[in-house]
């Protein structure tokens, strides 16, 4: 279960940054944090789940 929490934190995380910049007209950037922040959770989800994750 902690896998997940750590994923969400990430994800949480990076979603407010993306918002912020959104708000500051920075799409790009937004972007590009937003497809980044995928894969780091897609990272973690895969080093470290369990089967029964």
């Not at 902690?2 to 969400?8: E, I, N, R, S």
């Not at 972007?31 to 973690?44: F, R, T």
Request: net charge negative; proline share 2%; no cysteine.
């Amino acid at each position: 279960m902690y896998v997940y929490k750590k994923m969400y934190l990430k994800l949480f995380n990076h979603v407010t940054d993306a918002i912020t910049l959104l708000q500051n007209s920075e799409a790009e950037k937004a972007l590009s944090l937003l497809i980044s922040a995928q894969q780091e959770a897609e990272e973690i989800f895969m080093e470290e789940a369990t089967p029964e994750d």
